[in-house]
Antibody, heavy 124, light 108 residues
Framework: EVQLLESGGGLVQPGGSLRLSCAASGFIFSDYAINWVRQAPGKGLEWVSSISGSGGSTYYADSVKGRITISRDNFKNTLYLQMNSLRVEDTAIYYC?????????????????WGQGTLVTVSS | EIVLTQSPGTLSLSPGERATLSCRASQSVSNNYLAWYQQKPGQAPRLLIHGASSRATGIPDRFSGSGSGTDFTLTISRLEPEDFAVYYCQQSGSLPRTFGRGTKVEIK
């Protein structure tokens, strides 16, 4: 059974940093692209970032480009999201979501399994 | 960026009725890479449909997707009590991947 477990969320001041993790199990981690999708309180879904199965290709939404870095450790079956220069508008539940293939770019980019999410609150 | 417009915003129906949800894209979705998700309060989204019309594993056949190009539809043939939720469409034909704002299916 595919399982994705996010951690690392919490309360941080504007301008601060946070690193999220997503521990994966139940599938061959390196064979699949993994993504971060966020949802602000009471709002819709927003794609944040994607990384290919090998980790060699990464993609970001314009709203986070330059402030956020996605990475993965295929030996530890873990995905990361390093978040810097956080803003109030980054407040959201952050979900990691598995893709259907190793490719992270255009094309087969739906999200077939999701974690339960971790809440990031940016506030002074 | 492809903007996805979902309609209606809210659909009020009774169990057993048919639900028809629309998702319109601001430009053609490459290879019909259009997916649908269901989200219930306090839960993560669940994939229902990918590639516009392919049901995800374990999804009941009362859920069906159709459409191509810029116009897509999710149909729930007979609403079960557990189907009342928010539904989102999402495209991955181009970057950035984008979602619609959602349609809430509520009990009438």
């Amino acid at each position: 059974e595919v399982q994705l477990l996010e951690s690392g969320g919490g309360l941080v001041q504007p301008g601060g940093s946070l690193r999220l993790s997503c521990a994966a199990s139940g599938f061959i981690f390196s064979d699949y692209a993994i993504n971060w999708v966020r949802q602000a309180p009471g709002k819709g879904l927003e794609w944040v970032s994607s990384i290919s199965g090998s980790g060699g290709s990464t993609y970001y939404a314009d709203s986070v480009k330059g402030r956020i870095t996605i990475s993965r450790d295929n030996f530890k079956n873990t995905l990361y999201l390093q978040m810097n220069s956080l803003r109030v508008e980054d407040t959201a539940i952050y979900y990691c979501a598995k893709g259907p293939s190793a490719v992270a770019g255009m094309g087969r980019g739906w999200f077939d399994h999701w974690g339960q999410g971790t809440l990031v609150t940016v506030s002074s | 960026e492809i903007v996805l417009t979902q309609s209606p915003g809210t659909l009020s129906l009774s169990p057993g009725e048919r639900a028809t949800l629309s998702c319109r894209a601001s430009q053609s979705v490459s290879n019909n890479y259009l997916a649908w998700y269901q989200q219930k309060p306090g839960q993560a989204p669940r994939l229902l449909i990918h590639g516009a019309s392919s049901r995800a594993t374990g999804i009941p056949d009362r859920f069906s997707g159709s459409g191509s190009g810029t116009d897509f539809t999710l149909t729930i043939s007979r609403l079960e009590p557990e189907d009342f939720a928010v539904y989102y469409c999402q495209q991955s034909g181009s970057l950035p991947r984008t979602f619609g704002r959602g349609t809430k299916v509520e009990i009438k």
